[in-house]
């Protein structure tokens, strides 16, 4: 006799699987976004020949906002942010913003021609146990009426419709099949037992439709909620209902990662989530201000090394980058600094203009002079000894881009340095490469200096390093 967990799973199945529809376009879809059949804009058409799959392999920061920003503070916030990928939302009755008078297809064309990585939202019906739905009156939530068989029949037709809705809108912006939708499921009372399993029910039906119409499933949820709704019925009940390819976990932390205690170590790894980690604040980059939700990305394939970096010579071919910078003092009764660390020192201080003289091993009467002045220029107490905070200031001097996971150069290098003169412990290889090591050791800089850049390093850990806080 079949197990009721087998019969179960064998209805959720049969029963979405009968209203997944190839239609892109059903009755009732959104009237904002869904163009009629044949109606899509002949530069969309072109686009879907020629845009990239979204977002596609990418690990960094991102940002949502609910109207799709203007090119021009786009086009600042590349130029000046952290930032690599934005969510928009294309589609979905509950929007809070259904009017989207910037998302054009030639918005999304330009965006991703500019390596923007996109992120389509809709927010279409809602847990029907959800304390702020509906939002207008005529955005439907989700169905939690069980049929005569005792399935949530309406739920599924509910999701796949979204999910047809999501694509016709997606099509008429350009964005190819094979890229993310992302079905946003406000927070509910997933202890409402109709609620958690009709919304079940509905994100089953939302991603078997975008498979049937080629794209990826993806949905976005409160940790607490959906998330661990969606997690528990991954492992409790195994195969009973069609899970999304990838998850945007809701947790406000302000930790820029992944991780979160509603979902099991083996739910969506490796590269399949994203979690929005700050909730709605502003920011200013390149002089323009959004109001946004800060993301963290780890979307991948496979796990892509940074860029190598740019080998830079200095002084000739000295070796400089060593994983520790200590305090060094000028030879007293028979004791000598370590002749390494004089050469590096003697090195930075001739780039920087404060040492006249050849780039040796040992201490000499103009080492100490360049010592001195160095102190003056940077606001520190004048004596014969270059201490870590000295060794900071020097090594982080410089311009001061914004660097995240993948950048790479010599001003990642410079951050590698200075780090590891803030602490022996730190002990980084110093690379040129923005690798995970790098952003761990920076997160960490951070965390001590009270620091919100969330391991990016942004004006104000440059200005902490420059200003050798330890």
């Avoid at 059949?37 to 960094?60: E, F, H, K, R, S």
């Avoid at 997933?190 to 509905?202: G, Q, Y």
């Avoid at 740019?310 to 070796?319: A, D, F, I, W």
């Avoid at 951050?415 to 490469?433: D, E, I």
Wanted: net charge positive; proline share 8%.
């Amino acid at each position: 006799m079949p197990r009721p967990r087998a019969l179960l799973r064998a209805a959720v199945l049969a029963l979405v699987a009968s209203v997944v529809v190839a239609s892109p376009t059903p009755a009732g879809a959104d009237p904002t976004t869904a163009p009629a059949p044949g109606a899509m804009p002949a530069q969309a058409a072109q686009q879907l020949a020629t845009n990239p799959v979204t977002p596609g392999d990418y690990t960094g920061l991102g940002f949502d906002q609910c109207l799709a920003p203007e090119q021009s503070k786009m086009d600042a916030w590349l130029a000046s942010s952290p930032f690599r990928a934005v969510g928009i939302y294309i589609s979905g009755l509950s929007r809070g913003c259904r009017s989207q008078p910037n998302l054009t297809p030639t918005w999304v064309a330009t965006q991703l021609a500019n390596g923007w990585r996109l992120l389509p939202i809709t927010l279409g019906p809602q847990a029907n146990c959800s304390p702020h739905f509906p939002r207008y009156g005529n955005d439907p939530v989700i169905s939690g009426k069980l049929n005569a068989q005792g399935q949530y029949a309406q739920a599924a037709r509910q999701g796949a419709d979204e999910a047809s809705t999501a694509v016709a809108a997606a099509q008429a912006l350009g964005i190819v099949p094979g890229s993310t939708l992302w079905y946003d499921l406000e927070g509910y009372d997933a202890t409402n037992t109709a609620c958690r399993e009709s919304s079940l029910w509905f994100l089953s039906a939302w991603t078997q439709q975008l498979h049937a119409l080629g794209y990826v499933s993806g949905v976005y949820s409160s940790a607490g909620s959906g998330i661990k709704a969606l997690d528990d019925a991954r492992v409790g009940r195994p195969g009973t209902f069609t899970m999304p390819d990838q998850i945007w976990i809701a947790r406000w932390d302000n930790q820029a990662n992944t991780e979160t205690s509603y979902v099991r170590s083996d739910g969506w790894v490796p590269g399949r989530r994203v979690k929005q980690f700050q909730g709605g604040h502003d920011e200013t980059w390149g002089g323009v201000k959004i109001n946004i939700d800060r993301n963290y990305l780890d979307l991948h394939s496979g796990t892509a090394p940074p860029p190598p970096a740019t080998p830079v010579s200095h002084c000739g071919g000295k070796p400089v980058d060593l994983p520790n910078y200590p305090r060094l003092k000028a030879p007293t009764r028979g004791k000598k600094p370590n002749a390494a660390q004089v050469s590096v020192l003697k090195c930075f201080l001739k780039e920087s203009g404060t040492f006249k003289g050849k780039v040796r091993g040992a201490w000499s009467p103009r080492l100490t002079k360049a010592v001195f002045t160095w102190q003056q220029r940077v606001g520190l107490k004048r004596t014969a000894m270059f201490s870590r905070t000295a060794w900071m200031t020097l090594l982080a001097a410089g311009p001061t881009p914004v660097l995240n996971l993948g950048s790479s150069g010599e001003d990642v290098r410079r951050v590698q340095r200075a780090l590891n003169a803030a602490s022996p412990k730190t002990g980084l290889t110093v690379s040129g490469s923005y690798d995970a090591a790098t952003q761990a050791a920076v997160a960490a800089y951070q965390a001590k200096n009270g620091i919100g850049e969330a391991g990016v390093v942004g004006a104000g850990t440059w200005a902490a390093l420059q200003s050798g806080n330890r």
